[in-house]
């Protein structure tokens, strides 16, 4: 298992290993990739900068115009489809094990997707993750190791400390635009 990499399975995961190499190439790392709609499927990409600094609108823009030509060749869709490219955002899913690990000590939530202990949500300080296992130091104290596989969705939850913690230059150096989330569609027809 790449721990680099989010857990996906099916066409989100074919997605994920077709633009993997560009969006590397390019300088990205893909947080996650979703699908949603059935009719005119919906591919909606959060990627985050390598380095870890801000991405901005101009960053969305290029990551959906490398997507979408990799998409166009490896065509995953029989009809017409739209790309949404956004930031992960400062309240981001943690969907890979570095997500886990980078915000060890902030709260986050974890819905699992059968019961783990006789529950599916739990809410706790981050103490970090393995490929195996998530785990959290829940309100009353207690840990608890998660059986990644068995994660529905994780995401931290938004505080004063999370905000503090991510606070950093508005725009990155030489980019005019917002580190704000962006969706750039991009639709093909056959």
Known sequence: MDDDLPLNEGLEARITAAIQ??????GYEIVRVQIHGKQ????????DRADGSLIGVGDCEA???AVGAVLDVDDPFSGEWHLEVS??????PL??????????????????????????????????ADAETARLKLEDGTE??????????????????LIAATA???????????????????????
């Open 21 to 26: 190499p560009t969006l590397a190439g390019m």
């Open 40 to 47: 005119i499927p919906t591919v909606q990409i959060m990627a």
């Open 63 to 65: 990551i959906s115009h």
């Open 87 to 92: 930031s992960a955002g400062i309240d981001r």
């Open 95 to 128: 969907t890979r094990t570095k997500d886990w690990n980078r915000f060890a000590g902030h709260v986050g939530i974890a819905e699992m997707s059968i019961p783990f202990e006789g529950r599916r949500r739990f809410r706790g300080v981050l103490l970090g």
């Open 144 to 161: 608890v190791a998660l059986p990644r596989a068995d994660i529905r969705r994780a995401k931290l939850v938004l505080t004063d400390e």
């Open 168 to 190: 950093v230059s508005a725009t990155p150096e030489g980019d005019d635009d917002a580190p704000e989330e962006d969706a750039s569609p991009y639709a093909k027809r056959n």
